[in-house]
């Protein structure tokens, strides 16, 4: 199969994007790949896989060593003086973590323009960015979620809070903009980082030492489900640990927990994922309390795929490239305009 | 202001959009209008307003007499021998109902091309389009909703109800595939034409003789209300009855109602209308059922705009231009992969 990985977008996340997108291409093994980069300035360009490095990027060296394209009616295009060269690909892959990839812009775009793609569809990808969504979902569901207070920008700070909390910006993914407040003292200044990066924000009770598990997966002619694995946490992570983070390629370990307890966690993600998440291979982060599961967030597109989640990655990327939903195909006859001519006499 | 009025698209809505655009070519007085074509296939096409009759669009005339556009950054452009001309206007406005205009995708072109334009962003179009979404966000912000099931395709259909009901798809507008049914036996026929249309489809009680009110607007620099008015209902709207709904170009007039209830449906309107529908001319089609509003429906691209709800619908439109809500501007320094590289010795 041939894969376009679409990667970096106009997004605080651009930059981990780009680190996802070199992963994939260091675990993929089956399947052949192109790379197609977004640049901040969403002009699309067709970059060699051997030049995949993230200095090409950040030195700006793609602008000359890549080919830019164009987005029409069923793909990417070159466009020279003898018309236009289509980049030919099985499948899309969308690899744009934060706006323009989980915001439904892509989603939108590959929709309208007939392009299959592997990746949330439009709904899925309001639902999860917005972290309010995502809990008015999963409570629709009878999926727990954590207690939380929705401030906006304008709003007035004069609320109780039981410390600590942790505040987050209600519509940005890899913990950009979050903070943990542990007093009064620190809420303003933690509320002013939040948000720089969104007018809305959440507060959560933040608990210390709180169980969470991750489980990835998706849905094709039945179940794929990944291994849970217990995230292993630290309070600050730094940027090379963020970095470490997006470029995870090696399996991890299965984490050791009941096997009730883990059915119930798999029982939410198939709640959650539902007909929604169709298309995508997506990450659920849970936490357990008093052992009841909560879903902490859906990450639609996580971090290099969560591949280091699946035992076999290259056929997990097969199934759902071989299973996608489909959009409706709707025939305009125009009869309704035809009768309104007839009755007017005009037809 | 020159208005690149944008209709058709691919949607069962396609016709009536092309309904509202006619209309809205008549009723808007004080601005130039450009017409951009969606047709069913998803190309654009600039149209002179003088070619504006919907026998254009049934013919397929606008294959000829239509001009070839393409969506690039910043706009639509004819593409020639010579290069790219632009189509110059101030503002572009979303009048395609259903799919494309109303679920977020065109929504997602413009913020991606860089297009600005009236009408609802990603996640109003998201919300508003689903009607479960519509009554999780309502809920939310306190405003009551009417009961529901959610039904889907595969559900066995071995449920209990209290009749009448109406069943609605899940997901369109404009009394598309939607029954009103009186008795158990009628049950069956009328999901089978709702699953035509949606894979998952909305019961709920239906109260004959509901008072419903219906109220447009928007947010500027204030709020901008349209008058209340009593819609006009039938059980059943001929083609002809449906076509003149979206044909509406006269001023209604305004419901005999008392103050405190006019007050309690503004204050619903305002707090759906928030921060989300920013940039939006909505209608929202409210009940009130023992005293107390319930929120029916958000249009977030009502028939004609609701033109005929507004005193002076060209400053409305106005109004809304000048106050759109914009994009985050996102830096992309690449200091976060700058810093990898260094720390690898590599910078």
New interface residues.
Partial sequence: MKIAIIFGG???E???S??SAITIKNVVKKHTLEFIFVD?N??FYLIDAQDMK??L??SKEYLKKGKKL?L??KGFFITGLFGNKKIEFDIALNLIHG??GE???L???F????VKYIGPR??AS??SF?K??TK??A??LGVKTIDYRLV?INDKRDFDLTYPVIIKPLRLGSSIGVSIVKSQDELDYALDVAFEFD??VIIEPFINGIKEYNLAGCFTQEWCLSIIEEPQKEEFLD??K??LDFARDNRVSEVNIENSLKERIEECFKGIYG?LFMGAIIRCDFFVIDDEVYLNEINPIPGSLANYLFDDFDKVLEEVATNLPTQKN???D?L??????K?KG?A
Avoid: P
């Fill in positions: 106009s997004s605080y651009h930059e981990i780009i680190v901040s969403r002009e993230s200095k990027f950040s164009t029409q009616k706006r323009d915001d439904g812009k989603a939108s775009l929709e309208f323009f007939d439009i709904e309001v639902i917005n309010l969504y008015l979902y409570q629709s906006d007018e809305q940027f090379e963020k970095y007909s709707i025939k305009i125009y309704y305009i035809n009768n309104i001519q009755a005009k």
